[in-house]
């Protein structure tokens, strides 16, 4: 499962603790928030088959990953907990909510199955 801070609410963040439980398993942490980023496109050369590229910049946000194990299409149950900056306690924040499941790769291959979280200051909402 991920989790995103939004780039508003991030710099008030100095930790947090991420506790999920779905199918009667529950996983808790306190994740390792790594700074986010978005991809820059870069120019393409100019040849018929010419490469293209992007570059990774810095956007603000931040984002860490709880360890869920499999992941089923049933209700997950998440509260989001921490610190800010000055050392009081974040609003606890809970979310029930169904992960996304997808088959990106078409309907004869396998469902893929995501848990993706935002939090910023206004609550916790699935991404």
């Given at each position: ?20 439980c779905q199918d009667g398993k529950c996983r808790e ?12 496109p870069q120019s393409c050369s100019p040849e018929p088959?010419g490469a293209c590229s992007a570059v990774s910049s ?70």
């Amino acid at each position: 499962m991920s989790l995103t801070i939004a780039a508003e609410y991030a710099p008030t963040v100095k930790t947090v603790h991420l506790k999920a439980c779905q199918d009667g398993k529950c996983r808790e942490a306190d994740l390792e928030m790594r700074p986010g980023s978005v991809s820059v496109p870069q120019s393409c050369s100019p040849e018929p088959e010419g490469a293209c590229s992007a570059v990774s910049s810095p956007d603000g946000t931040r984002y860490g990953f709880l360890n869920m194990g499999t992941l089923t299409a049933s209700l997950i149950n998440a509260e989001v907990t921490g610190s800010d900056g000055n050392g009081g306690s974040l609003p606890v924040r809970t979310l029930d909510f169904t992960p996304k499941s997808a088959k990106p790769w078409g309907e004869q291959c396998p469902t893929v199955i995501t848990a993706s979280l935002l939090l910023d200051a206004n609550g916790l909402r699935q991404a």
